[in-house]
């Protein structure tokens, strides 16, 4: 039977603005990743963008084709799936890059991975010896900092780490540099290009950053803030040392800030002034 709603099993999906109905217990997922697959296949032989939101992961956790479990038991699920739903996002990813691989294109196109938001609340990670609480629907770091992972063959180098600030506004002139494209004259880009970076470059890495956060459900209310690696000012006026105080427990008070503090903190209050 199919579940209203679903996003996984027996999923309700409307493409190319009709409802489609997939085969018995087909698995969401690996019908938008095959659409995705067969996209790419349809246009070998021109330039493609694809923007790829996966369905992946995302509460309700649910078993996955993968899981040790009976295939199609939709209305089993729990904590104890999430690690599954990660790893089969893994799989599906690679899928993505087989197929890259067998069209002859893995080298000419480039691979953005990122999150939208931190991970559920519910769920707990290990990050090397740190255990790391998920702080989605939250302003905080474990709700807004989330992996970034960028990947094309012979042009960007294998175990390249790279620390700059990015933000999602940056995506665009990245793309736009990465394909040697130009923008048109009236564009206004707030983004900043880090293709320089991915090639192992030093490029312009932005001072800061700034966003807008409306989780729109739950206790915590719409807020924004500028911050850079080490400090952050809401526009309420909190503002904190994140290297002592990761988790934002306890906002600075004016009275005692040094003069590097004090600067940042004019700097941050006047961008956040200019985007009111």
Not at 159 to 185: Q, V, Y
């Amino acid at each position: 039977m199919r579940h209203l709603g679903s996003r996984y099993w027996n999923p309700l999906i409307r493409r190319n603005g009709e409802l489609f109905e997939g085969p018995e217990d087909a698995y969401g997922p690996d019908l938008c990743c095959e659409y995705l697959n067969d996209f790419v296949r349809r246009n070998t032989h021109n330039p493609f963008f694809a923007y790829y939101p996966m369905i992946l992961t995302h509460d309700p956790f649910t078993p996955t084709p993968d899981s040790e479990i009976e295939v199609g038991q939709s209305e089993v699920r729990g904590r104890r799936f999430f690690g599954d739903m990660v790893g089969y996002m893994d799989t599906l990813i690679g899928r993505i890059v087989r197929n890259l691989e067998i069209l002859g294109l893995r080298g000419n196109t480039l691979l953005i991975f990122t999150s939208d938001n931190g991970t559920h609340r519910n769920i707990t990670s290990q990050m090397g010896e740190r255990s790391i609480t998920g702080g989605k629907g939250r302003p905080i770091s474990t709700g807004t900092h989330v992996p970034l992972i960028a990947s094309q063959p012979g042009v960007i180098p294998r175990d390249l780490i790279c620390e700059d600030l990015i933000d999602f506004t940056d995506f665009l002139p990245t793309i736009i540099d990465a394909t040697g494209s130009e923008g048109e004259p009236d564009d206004f880009l707030d983004g900043m290009s880090f293709f320089p970076q991915l090639r192992g470059r030093k490029g312009d890495p932005r001072e800061w950053i700034f966003c807008h956060y409306d989780p729109r459900w739950g206790q915590w209310q719409p807020s924004r803030f500028v911050r850079n690696k080490r400090w952050k000012l809401y526009d309420d006026g909190r503002f904190y040392d994140l290297h002592g105080d990761p988790m934002e427990d306890t906002p600075l008070e004016s009275s005692g800030l040094g003069l590097e503090a004090l600067r940042i903190h004019d700097q941050f209050q006047a961008v956040l002034d200019r985007m009111r």
